[in-house]
């Protein structure tokens, strides 16, 4: 999990780096950083903290350039140390270098000891660097920049959306599988290319298309141009993105993230049904999943729980005691809509199963008669090796428990979970075109001894410059 952003801006890209690394916070709260290329060097700043703490005005405007690329990072892989925030900037030759990815590789510890011993030098934890490295190693062979994103996805395994700076060019490639989003957008005085829609949005910009799973793509002062690398026969987009992880008001792989939360709400009706007096969400993951159920049901929609918005990281807790208390400080009951209540609770999930319990604990503590939890995906039994920061297999509390074991844990009422199939139909894919390795246990690439329904890549042989296409011809064809 992580944001990532690349703009050419003909007004100086700092600035709109920054709004669309503000749009993409939710992708990443640990830390953030931009660098652009001034025309001669590489500019950049980078620090732990959200968006808004990490830059200020002055720092932005020294961050001169036409063009230049942005992360906000979720640490999956790679300490929370410095040196492990993103981008990274590196000098091969006369040739000036950034990278930022959103994704995790599988191979990379194998990889980084093969790099490593042909004497490579790695300065962080992160499987980004090892990316850049292979980008690197492979400049030394062929100045082609083509050649060289080729011959590292050969050797990637994993999920990788990446944006690269090379001098006044911004790279953006995307794994083969297209496991995490990316998306090109045009404004007016330039181009985007970002994780998330809403990242276009932010710069009032117009949402050109999705790139494609092994594309890469080129945007420069004079336009777009992109290039087919790899083809798969099936893909395998992140099911979590849908459930939890993008913002609702986002469009991923041509689907409206709230559209799909909404639908999944209504299935939770049809396949459970309970009288109640009330719908309510846990703000705000699961607020599009129960306008959905309520829509469904006819059951009136009412907010049993209000957030408290400004409980930021920074929030001073020190005490054991302070932070497991901190879910009061966030979620407040609202008594009147609760008290006497019987309420179907909606959330996107249950991962380890610490906030549902205290957040039915609040509920039944503000009188409500009944609580039904109703959870927008199935049990997650098996963890994500492909970006998501989800716990070890013990770690899961639905991981060996049946479904009423783990109701009994959270002290719900009833608990009920949308099948996979409802969860597919409401994303509205091919199921062979998704990984729903967190809940079936099953991933789209050999991973250690998981099972796998391994997707076959081929790569685009011959000479690549041949194979570039401008943009603009390609989505004529596509429309
Ligand atoms: P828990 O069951 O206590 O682990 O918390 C699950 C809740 O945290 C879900 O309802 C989500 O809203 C949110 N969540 C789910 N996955 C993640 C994740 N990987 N990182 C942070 N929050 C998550």
Redesign the pocket.
């Known amino acids: ?1 992580c944001g990532i952003v690349g703009i050419v801006d003909v007004g100086g890209a700092s600035f709109p780096l920054y709004y669309a690394l503000f749009a993409l916070q939710h992708r990443g709260q640990e830390s953030a950083g931009i660098t652009t290329y001034d025309g001669e060097g590489l500019r950049k700043h980078k620090a732990q903290g959200l968006v808004a703490e990490v830059f200020d005005e002055s720092v932005l405007r020294e961050l001169e350039g036409t063009v230049g690329i942005g992360h906000v990072r ?1 640490p999956t892989t790679g300490a929370k140390i410095p040196e492990n925030i993103q981008p990274f900037n590196v000098t091969y030759r006369d040739r000036k270098i950034a990278i930022a990815h959103n994704g995790n590789l599988v191979n990379a510890a194998e990889l980084r000891e093969h790099y490593a011993q042909r004497g490579q030098i790695f300065c962080t934890t992160t499987d980004t660097e090892v990316i850049a490295n292979i980008i690197a190693d492979e400049l030394r062979k062929s100045s082609d920049i083509t050649d060289a994103v080729l011959l590292c996805m050969k050797r990637l395994r994993g999920s990788y959306s990446v944006v690269m700076l090379v001098d006044n060019a911004v790279y953006a490639f995307r794994d083969p599988l297209g496991i995490r989003p990316l998306c090109i957008g045009e404004t007016d005085r330039g181009y985007i290319v970002a994780s998330e829609s809403v990242a276009i949005d932010a710069l009032n910009g117009r949402f050109l298309r999705d790139v494609r799973p092994g594309e890469l793509v080129c945007l420069t002062g004079s336009g777009i141009r992109c290039m087919q690398i790899a083809v798969a026969n099936h893909r395998a987009h992140c099911i ?1 993105e849908y459930i ?2 993008a913002r609702a008001d986002s469009v991923l792989d041509g689907r409206l993230v709230y559209e799909v939360r909404r639908n999944i709400g209504r299935y939770l009706y049809e396949e459970q049904p309970v009288p109640a007096d009330i719908v309510s969400p ?1 703000p705000d ?2 607020i599009a999943h129960a306008i959905g159920y309520a829509e469904g049901s006819g059951i009136p929609y009412r907010e049993g729980l209000m957030k408290n918005r400004y409980m930021g990281r920074t929030f001073i807790m020190p005490t054991q005691e302070a932070r497991e208390n901190a879910v009061r400080m966030k979620l407040n009951p609202v008594r009147g809509h609760i008290a006497e209540k019987s309420v179907v609770l909606i ?11 205290r957040i039915i604990n609040i509920v039944k503590e503000a009188g409500a008669a009944a609580v039904h939890m109703r959870i927008g995906s199935p049990p997650i039994r098996s963890p ?1 090796y492909l970006g ?4 070890t297999q013990e770690e899961l ?1 639905a991981s060996g428990r049946e479904c009423d074991a783990v109701r009994e844990s959270i002290g719900a009422t009833s608990l009920h979970h949308v099948s996979l199939e409802n969860l597919i139909r409401a994303i509205g894919m091919d199921e062979a075109d998704l990984c729903t390795g967190c809940i079936t246990g099953c991933y789209p690439m050999a991973i250690r001894k998981e099972k796998c329904a391994e997707r076959v890549v081929d790569f685009v042989a011959g000479s690549y410059q041949s194979h570039l296409a401008t943009f603009e011809k390609e989505t004529s064809q596509d429309s």
């Open positions: 999990m979720y979590f939890y992880f846990v993951s699961g959330d996107d999930s249950i991962v380890r199963g610490t906030t549902s319990r994500c998501v920061d989800m716990p509390i």
